[in-house]
């Protein structure tokens, strides 16, 4: 079986193709793309028999990959940092969905079941796929947990955990309830849009706060504290939207 991985952070598919070739040592790697664009030219000449598919990335999200692929319907595994309500619609399709930083079992497990099924019916299920990947995109989509690509290590965080989250230039600084610190080099719009459904909110150009703990605001000194000690100022022309997102 000859496979595709398709993710625009080197890391991710280095560790993917470590772990693949551990799990499942006759699966041959054809080719690793960081750029989707390149990653595409390079299908549309070489058809492969699995495609391993990042959900975010810059030039083109995986959505539009599919399509832009069509109609080369290769059986897909996502592999992608974003646990939405859609999960369980991957679980019962002939193609999959792995969270990062996958687990060898569920990497096996869904490589068996690429095995285990018809191709017919793996093409078969890729409207079912298609569909769940819109609901992940979707506003709606709350996450438990969120992944974190800092410079020397992948981190795991469950989103409850997250306190607040700042602006450093082109960078974001999160900052947790047990008083750690990551630094990512994403900026604070893609978490803000990210998290918009797990009461996180904008106080300011600089600061993303999880509503969850916040302590008490003062409205004269244009200032929140949070429940880990943190003041953060708030634009006060947002302080009618904070107190209506905290009720």
Do not use: C, W
Not at 115 to 139: H, P
Request: a negative charge; hydrophobic letters at 40%.
């Amino acid at each position: 079986m000859k496979t595709v991985i398709v993710d625009d952070e080197p890391l991710y598919t280095e560790l993917l193709s470590r772990k693949l070739q551990q799990v499942a040592p006759d699966v041959e790697i054809a080719a690793i793309f960081n750029k989707p664009i390149d990653a595409l030219v390079f299908l549309r000449q070489n058809p492969v028999d699995l495609l391993f598919l990042d959900v975010e990335m810059p030039e083109i999200d995986g959505f539009a990959f599919l399509d832009l692929l069509r109609p080369n319907d290769t059986p897909v595994i996502f592999v992608t940092s974003h646990e939405g309500y859609a999960l369980k619609a991957f679980r019962y399709a002939a193609v999959d969905y792995l969270l990062k930083p996958v687990q060898a079992n569920e990497l096996s497990e869904a490589i068996n079941k690429i095995n285990r099924s018809k191709k017919e019916d793996l093409f078969s299920q890729m409207d079912v796929l298609r569909s769940a990947m819109k609901e992940i995109q979707s506003e709606n989509s709350r996450f438990n947990r969120l992944v974190l690509n800092t410079q020397d290590k992948v981190v795991v965080l469950d989103v409850e955990e997250i306190v607040n989250i700042e602006a450093s230039g082109p960078y974001s600084q999160f900052y947790t309830i047990d008083k750690k610190q990551y630094i990512t080099s994403k900026p604070l719009g893609h978490y803000e849009d990210l998290l918009r459904a797990n009461n996180f909110f904008r106080i300011h150009r600089s600061h993303l706060i999880n509503l969850l703990h916040v302590n008490s605001i003062m409205k004269d000194d244009g200032v929140v504290l949070m429940r880990n000690g943190t003041q953060l100022p708030f634009t006060k022309d947002n302080v009618s939207k904070l107190l209506e997102q905290l009720k």
